[in-house]
T-cell receptor, first 115, second 108 residues
Framework: DARVTQTPRHKVTEMGQEVTMRCQPI?????VFWYRQTMMQGLELLAY????????DSGMPKDRFSAEMPDATLATLKIQPSEPRDSAVYFC?????????????FGEGSWLTVV | GEDVEQSLFLSVREGDSSVINCTYT??????LYWYKQEPGAGLQLLTY?????DMKQDQRLTVLLNKKDKHLSLRIADTQTGDSAIYFC????????FGAGTRLTVKP
């Protein structure tokens, strides 16, 4: 049963610490998204990649956030240094764009709390 | 990306129909989607409609698309307590943009 896998599922960290979230997209998908969900802002698109190339990271605070896709099986989202306002659920999603449907599938999320 | 808007809350009684509405602004959207999110979980795809269709039915779900008005709706027939969740409308062209989500509460 193919699924998007995210780690860690839950993370509590102190302000100023580095946080790295990882995502394994579904094999064969060419597009990977990072979203952040908070009560106040809803679901925000942070960045996305197509064929491992970053296409848009305009939704991401550039000074502390970085997103990479070192290979087709791994996408990372890093926050350095983390701040309490970064507390949120971070979702990775993957899909195949260019065929029919453009459907994306979500991981279960990484629940981040920065204290 | 363009904006996707939804009302935030909907409350219905069990057995009634629910209608969740969404408006979008990007006329180049090729597909429009409905996702469901239950507490503590990720978003699950419910159904989608291609932009050249105006209706799609899938069991208890009916999706209506008015492309002229850029209006999308999801009707859930015979709503059950298990349908209580947040429902997200999304549009796609190169990326995928979501509305804020509509929290559906089903009362027994």
């Amino acid at each position: 049963d193919a699924r998007v896998t995210q780690t860690p599922r839950h993370k509590v960290t102190e302000m100023g610490q580095e946080v790295t979230m990882r995502c394994q997209p579904i094999l064969g998908h060419n597009t990977v998204f990072w979203y952040r969900q908070t009560m106040m802002q809803g679901l925000e698109l942070l960045a996305y990649f197509r064929n491992r190339a970053p296409l848009d990271d305009s939704g991401m605070p550039k000074d502390r956030f970085s997103a990479e896709m070192p290979d087709a099986t791994l996408a990372t989202l890093k926050i350095q240094p983390s701040e309490p306002r970064d507390s949120a659920v971070y979702f990775c999603a993957s899909g195949f764009f260019g065929g029919s449907g453009n459907t994306i599938y979500f991981g279960e999320g990484s629940w981040l709390t920065v204290v | 990306g363009e904006d996707v808007e939804q009302s935030l809350f909907l409350s219905v009684r069990e057995g009634d129909s629910s209608v969740i509405n969404c408006t979008y602004t990007d006329s180049s959207s090729t597909y429009l989607y409905w996702y469901k999110q239950e507490p503590g979980a990720g978003l699950q795809l419910l159904t989608y409609i291609f932009s050249n269709m105006d209706m799609k039915q899938d069991q208890r779900l009916t999706v209506l698309l008015n492309k002229k008005d850029k209006h999308l709706s999801l009707r859930i027939a015979d709503t059950q307590t298990g349908d209580s969740a947040i429902y997200f409308c999304a549009e796609t062209y190169n990326d995928m943009r979501f509305g804020a989500g509509t929290r559906l509460t089903v009362k027994p």
